[in-house]
Nanobody
Framework: QVQLVESGGGLVQTGGSLRLSCGAY????????MCWYRQALGSQRELVAL???????NYASLMKGRFTITQDNAKNTAYLQNNSLKSEDTVVYYC???????????WGQGTQVTVSS
Protein backbone atom coordinates (compact mmCIF):
# COMPACT_ATOMS: atom_id res chain seq x y z
CA GLN A 1 0.00 0.00 0.00
CA VAL A 2 1.29 3.44 -0.95
CA GLN A 3 -0.15 6.77 0.12
CA LEU A 4 0.51 9.86 -1.95
CA VAL A 5 0.18 13.43 -0.76
CA GLU A 6 0.34 16.23 -3.31
CA SER A 7 1.07 19.88 -2.67
CA GLY A 8 2.02 23.01 -4.55
CA GLY A 9 -1.13 23.78 -6.48
CA GLY A 10 -2.82 27.15 -6.50
CA LEU A 11 -3.27 30.32 -8.48
CA VAL A 12 -0.49 31.36 -10.86
CA GLN A 13 -0.24 34.07 -13.48
CA THR A 14 0.19 33.26 -17.14
CA GLY A 15 3.87 32.76 -17.86
CA GLY A 16 4.63 32.00 -14.24
CA SER A 17 6.26 28.95 -12.69
CA LEU A 18 4.96 26.17 -10.53
CA ARG A 19 6.42 23.14 -8.85
CA LEU A 20 4.14 20.40 -7.62
CA SER A 21 5.30 17.91 -5.00
CA CYS A 22 4.14 14.38 -4.31
CA GLY A 23 5.25 12.66 -1.12
CA ALA A 24 5.04 8.87 -1.11
CA TYR A 25 4.52 6.88 2.08
CA UNK A 26 4.71 3.12 2.28
CA UNK A 27 7.03 0.18 1.91
CA UNK A 28 9.24 -0.92 -0.99
CA UNK A 29 8.87 2.44 -2.69
CA UNK A 30 11.87 1.73 -4.88
CA UNK A 31 9.70 -0.79 -6.72
CA UNK A 32 7.40 1.96 -7.94
CA UNK A 33 7.59 4.41 -10.79
CA MET A 34 6.10 7.83 -10.10
CA CYS A 35 3.85 9.65 -12.51
CA TRP A 36 1.81 12.78 -12.97
CA TYR A 37 -1.50 12.99 -14.79
CA ARG A 38 -3.83 15.89 -15.24
CA GLN A 39 -7.52 16.29 -15.87
CA ALA A 40 -9.56 19.20 -17.10
CA LEU A 41 -13.21 19.51 -16.20
CA GLY A 42 -15.25 17.29 -18.48
CA SER A 43 -12.17 15.65 -19.99
CA GLN A 44 -10.34 12.38 -19.51
CA ARG A 45 -7.30 12.17 -17.32
CA GLU A 46 -4.13 12.40 -19.41
CA LEU A 47 -0.52 11.51 -18.76
CA VAL A 48 1.95 14.32 -18.20
CA ALA A 49 5.11 12.41 -17.27
CA LEU A 50 6.44 9.27 -15.64
CA UNK A 51 9.78 8.62 -13.96
CA UNK A 52 11.41 5.33 -13.09
CA UNK A 53 14.48 6.27 -11.05
CA UNK A 54 17.69 5.13 -12.59
CA UNK A 55 15.87 3.80 -15.61
CA UNK A 56 13.95 6.33 -17.67
CA UNK A 57 11.78 9.40 -17.83
CA ASN A 58 8.86 9.62 -20.23
CA TYR A 59 6.67 12.54 -21.23
CA ALA A 60 3.45 12.72 -23.16
CA SER A 61 4.21 14.21 -26.54
CA LEU A 62 2.28 17.43 -25.88
CA MET A 63 3.92 17.87 -22.48
CA LYS A 64 7.51 17.31 -23.53
CA GLY A 65 9.57 20.47 -23.30
CA ARG A 66 7.04 22.17 -21.05
CA PHE A 67 7.10 20.02 -17.93
CA THR A 68 9.95 18.45 -16.01
CA ILE A 69 9.51 15.48 -13.71
CA THR A 70 12.13 14.69 -11.08
CA GLN A 71 12.37 12.52 -8.01
CA ASP A 72 14.26 12.81 -4.74
CA ASN A 73 14.69 9.22 -3.59
CA ALA A 74 15.96 10.24 -0.17
CA LYS A 75 12.73 12.13 0.45
CA ASN A 76 10.45 9.71 -1.44
CA THR A 77 9.09 12.72 -3.25
CA ALA A 78 8.36 13.34 -6.91
CA TYR A 79 8.14 16.81 -8.43
CA LEU A 80 6.57 18.33 -11.52
CA GLN A 81 7.88 21.66 -12.73
CA ASN A 82 6.57 24.09 -15.34
CA ASN A 83 8.25 27.44 -15.95
CA SER A 84 5.86 28.98 -18.45
CA LEU A 85 2.29 28.26 -17.56
CA LYS A 86 -0.55 28.79 -19.98
CA SER A 87 -4.27 29.13 -19.42
CA GLU A 88 -4.80 25.59 -20.72
CA ASP A 89 -2.70 24.33 -17.82
CA THR A 90 -5.64 25.17 -15.56
CA VAL A 91 -6.52 21.63 -14.52
CA VAL A 92 -6.30 19.23 -11.59
CA TYR A 93 -2.97 17.44 -11.37
CA TYR A 94 -2.78 13.94 -9.94
CA CYS A 95 0.26 12.11 -8.70
CA UNK A 96 0.41 8.34 -9.12
CA UNK A 97 2.66 5.49 -8.12
CA UNK A 98 2.84 2.45 -10.35
CA UNK A 99 4.49 -0.85 -9.41
CA UNK A 100 7.14 -1.81 -11.91
CA UNK A 101 6.10 -5.47 -11.99
CA UNK A 102 2.88 -6.14 -10.11
CA UNK A 103 -0.49 -4.77 -11.14
CA UNK A 104 -0.65 -2.11 -8.47
CA UNK A 105 -1.28 1.59 -8.83
CA UNK A 106 -2.04 4.32 -6.34
CA TRP A 107 -3.29 7.88 -6.75
CA GLY A 108 -3.10 11.08 -4.83
CA GLN A 109 -6.09 13.27 -4.11
CA GLY A 110 -5.27 15.79 -6.83
CA THR A 111 -4.22 19.40 -6.63
CA GLN A 112 -5.85 22.24 -8.54
CA VAL A 113 -3.73 24.62 -10.60
CA THR A 114 -5.38 27.76 -11.93
CA VAL A 115 -3.52 29.95 -14.42
CA SER A 116 -4.92 33.43 -14.80
CA SER A 117 -3.98 36.48 -16.78
Amino acid sequence: QVQLVESGGGLVQTGGSLRLSCGAYGSNLSLYAMCWYRQALGSQRELVALITPGVETNYASLMKGRFTITQDNAKNTAYLQNNSLKSEDTVVYYCCSRHRIADAEYWGQGTQVTVSS
